[in-house]
Each structure stands twice: as structure tokens, then as C-alpha cells.
């Protein structure tokens, strides 16, 4: 096999989409998987769009996500002088022609096609000037664009696509591009296969919305006299409505920013992205990094589109169900030492972290995170679901106050009651704090199941959570006989 040089080459005109992510992970893992180079070369010859603000988002969502490239960034503009010279090869070997036809003249034979029905396209009209003809344009002082000179030839273009198989399109339906603007600069066509081939792209991996450029940019391989790369299209990844997803339809959460934001693991979202349109063949769902280099193969990617199960304003799932399923899957199995680390940057940006959480009271901290981690979605989920535990200021939700507390009114002296005699215990543990709320419920002649429940929201905010006499302990007994002592505050005043 060649040597694999593999590219990602995003435009820098916003922020990382998580299409752009996938199609950069789909990349490295091909090239992790063959021992080969990723090359990541930043697009920006749209220099009216394209602004140092995204850049550095590209880069720093592609740190985040732990995809190392192996060469650059490279910068599309740094080699403007190879993509102008390509121009004038293509042109000086009779690759390509100077089309002087105006905007309105287009327009016009655009119309008159719709409307006779015929194919709409470029009908060639200055393809076979002369030179004396061309040379008394440009003396005029006509502007024009350089086209390229798609040979006259019957059948079709043929090539293998590594993920679609065989792909012909007939050169009759190819019309004669431009690859440079009136105003001398070459157009994207032009400028990515001339940086792929300085750069030996062996393999161009990509979404099924370049097919049509694929068609085109192999007739410029060949008039450039070089080799082509291996092509592989990959499908698309569309909204429930079959809509390709974007900012303007579908807000900041197709931006990878908006997950390294919410709290999810970067690892997570690379398990995710890959399984939108890729499958290993097996019912496995959670890979290690090596085992999804080791697995994942070409071959095994979608020929359909894959669906981004996105429903706005779902007020339970805030993204697609299945990356949610697969981040709780790692915050439940993710080494507890890393966990303790990750969370404690969210509980700083929150103002509650201690000090002593990395020092005297470090096996209390990582043992309370794997206490409470089952139930929590994201890495925001400890310092907002889980504030409780690290903070005496946390508020408490309105469906279990309502339910557990505020149904029950006599709860201010039975919790009164309660945390006296949780206070005068001298060993204070899960069996002597359910002894003696089972043995205060049968006194008040009450289920326990409301002591327990009033306690649980009381003491966390929580509806649900850990087992009611796991929190006791880990919450200590001097805070659980605080909060305990006096909740008339949680009722209103009559």
C-alpha cells in the first residue's frame, strides 16, 4: 500500500461543526489505522469570511477532541503563487481558456435554456477563440474568468470510490468550469488539487457533498499531469427532517464547542460522530481509542445518510439521545483519579472547589463522585445536580419539594426531631442512621418512605439519587443535622 497522507482541510469562516469533526476523526482514524500522516490545512482563501477567531476554534476544538494532525497548519494563502502558476499551466497547455462572456450574457443563456428545456450549463461560446481573437479582448479591456477545457470525449468518466463503489458521470454532463475569478484569483476547485498534490495526498476523505467537485478536480489531476488519490465519500449527516444540519437551522448545537461547554467528554462525542454513518459490524457501541483504530475500516461506512436525532425545544434531551446515552456510559467507566481531575475544572469555573478535595479530604471527594456519578449526563451535571455535596447554597427543584416536603407540613418537627437524634449518635454510618429513622417513622406510626423522601430533597434538591443512607454518610453528620434541624424556611408563610 502507499505511504497514507490523509488531509483535513476546514474553512475558517466559523466555529468547529461537528460534521467538520467527524469528517476530521473519519481521517485520523484511517490514518492512526495505516500508520500514516494527517495533514490539517486551513482553506482561508475567502478572505472576506475567514478570521483568526475561527482558526483558533478549529484548533482549539481539535485539541480538545485529542485529534493530533501530524503536519501543519497549513495555510491556503501561503501558497497563492502555486495555485495562480497551476492557472497559467492548464492555460498555456490548452487545459484551459480565457471566457470573456459577461454576468448578463450567462444569465440570459441560463434563461433561454430553462426555458426551451435544454441542459443549463456553460455552452462553450469563447472555448475556441483564437488568440487574435483573445488578444483584442483583453485590449478592450474585457474582464474574464479561466476556464478549464473539459476534453470532448463520448462515454463516461469512471473512478472507485473506497465507500460508494463505482462512479461514472458522463462527460457530456460536465461543463466547462471556472477555475479562476475575473479578478485573478483561482477558485477552490483549482487551489485543493494543487495543494493536495504538493502535499501527496493519497487518499481524499470527504462528505458525498464534494461528488460533483470529484468529478471535475480528476480531470484537473489529469491535466496537471499528475496521479490520483484514492476517493472516499462519506454520507452526510441530516436533521430529522432530512435537512443537512447547520447553525442557522439548528443553533450552537452542531458546534463542537457547545459539548466541550455542556460538560461532555471529548472521547464520548469522537465514539458518537463515528457511529453516524459508520458501523463496526458487531452490536458493539463503546470503543477505546485503539480499538476503534483497530476496527474501523472504510468498507464498513454507510452509502446513506446518517440522521442527527435533534429535536429543538425537546426539553429531556438538549442534543441527539444516543451521544447523552454514550457520555453517561464513560462518566459511569472513566477512571475515577482522571473523573476527580475533569470535574474539578467545573466545580472551580463554579466557585466550589476546596482546596482539601486534592489533599485531606481527597478519597472523600473521588468516592463522592462515585457516588453520585451514575445518574449525572454531563461533567456540568456535579456542579449543578451534584452542588449539594460541595456547597451548603443549592437550590432545591420545585417537582420533589412539592411531592416530599411541602405535602408533608409536620416534616419541620419530624426532621427537628431527627437531627437531634442523629446528633447524639456516636458512630454515625449507614446502619445507625437507618435504624434510627426506621425507628423514629415507627413512633410517628408513618411509612419511613417519608422520612427518607423528605430527607433526600431536603439534603440534596434531588428527586432521585444514590441510596437515601449512602448520602447521610457522605454529606457527615455535623451537615446532615444542620440541615435537618430546621426547614420551615422551605414552606410558605402563612
Not at 340 to 346: I, T
Request: with cysteine; net charge negative.
Amino acid at each position: 500500500m502507499v505511504d497514507v497522507r490523509v488531509r483535513f482541510p476546514p474553512s475558517p469562516t466559523g466555529y468547529l461543526h461537528i460534521g467538520g469533526a467527524r469528517t476530521a476523526l473519519i481521517n485520523w482514524l484511517f490514518a492512526k489505522k495505516h500508520n500514516g500522516k494527517l495533514i490539517l490545512r486551513i482553506e482561508d482563501t475567502d478572505t472576506e469570511r475567514s478570521t483568526q477567531e475561527s482558526i483558533d476554534g478549529i484548533l482549539e476544538g481539535l485539541r480538545w477532541l485529542d485529534l493530533d494532525w501530524d503536519e501543519g497548519p497549513y495555510f491556503q494563502t501561503e501558497f497563492a503563487n502555486d495555485h495562480v502558476q497551476a492557472a497559467q499551466n492548464l492555460l498555456a497547455g490548452g487545459n484551459a481558456y480565457k471566457c470573456f462572456c459577461t454576468k448578463e450574457e450567462l444569465d440570459e443563456k441560463r434563461e433561454q435554456a430553462l426555458a426551451q428545456k435544454t441542459t443549463v450549463g456553460y455552452d462553450g461560446t469563447c472555448r475556441n477563440l483564437t488568440p487574435e481573437q483573445v488578444t483584442a479582448k483583453e485590449q478592450q479591456g474585457i474582464p474574464y474568468v479561466i476556464r478549464f477545457k473539459v476534453p470532448k470525449r463520448k462515454g463516461t468518466l469512471v473512478y472507485h470510490d473506497k465507500v460508494l463503489g463505482t462512479i461514472e458521470r458522463a462527460y457530456s454532463e460536465i461543463e466547462d468550469f471556472v477555475i479562476v475569478r475575473s479578478n485573478g484569483k483561482p477558485l477552490y476547485l483549482l487551489c485543493n488539487v494543487v495543494d493536495d498534490i504538493r502535499d501527496r495526498i493519497s487518499h481524499v476523505i470527504r462528505g458525498q457533498d464534494h461528488m460533483t467537485n470529484t468529478t471535475r478536480q480528476i480531470l484537473l489531476y489529469e491535466a496537471l499531469g499528475s496521479p490520483l488519490p484514492v476517493f472516499a465519500h462519506m454520507p452526510l449527516t441530516l436533521d430529522l427532517q432530512k435537512r443537512k444540519i447547520s447553525k442557522r437551522s439548528h443553533g450552537e448545537v452542531v458546534a463542537v464547542q457547545f459539548y466541550r461547554d455542556k460538560g461532555f467528554l471529548p472521547w464520548a462525542l469522537c465514539n458518537f460522530l463515528c457511529l453516524l454513518g459508520w458501523n463496526p459490524g458487531t452490536e458493539q457501541e463503546f470503543f477505546s481509542r485503539e480499538e476503534l483504530i483497530e476496527v474501523f475500516t472504510l468498507e464498513r461506512m454507510s452509502k446513506v445518510n446518517s440522521v442527527f436525532n435533534y429535536r429543538p425545544g425537546d426539553q429531556k434531551f438538549f442534543t441527539d439521545p444516543k451521544l447523552i446515552a454514550i457520555n453517561e456510559h464513560y462518566l459511569r467507566t472513566i477512571d475515577t483519579e482522571v473523573l476527580g481531575q475533569l470535574v474539578e475544572e467545573k466545580l472551580k469555573a463554579c466557585e466550589l472547589w476546596d482546596d482539601s478535595y486534592a489533599a485531606e479530604r481527597r478519597d472523600w471527594y473521588l468516592a463522592t463522585l462515585d457516588l453520585i456519578k451514575d445518574r449525572f449526563h454531563t461533567l456540568n451535571d456535579f456542579a449543578s445536580l451534584g452542588r449539594a455535596y460541595f456547597s451548603d447554597s443549592y437550590d432545591i427543584e420545585e417537582k420533589p419539594l412539592k411531592k416530599n416536603v411541602l405535602k408533608h407540613p409536620d416534616l419541620v418537627q419530624w426532621f427537628k426531631e431527627l437531627s437531634k437524634r442523629f446528633a447524639d449518635l456516636s458512630t454515625f454510618n449507614q446502619e445507625t442512621a437507618e435504624q434510627t429513622t426506621r425507628e423514629l417513622a415507627d413512633e410517628l406510626a408513618i411509612k419511613p418512605g417519608i422520612l427518607i423522601n423528605g430527607m433526600r430533597t431536603v439534603l440534596t434538591g434531588q428527586l432521585a439519587g444514590p441510596s437515601m443512607f449512602d448520602i447521610l454518610t457522605t454529606l457527615g453528620q455535623d451537615k446532615v443535622v444542620m440541615r435537618l434541624s430546621d426547614i420551615s424556611r422551605l414552606y410558605p408563610s402563612t
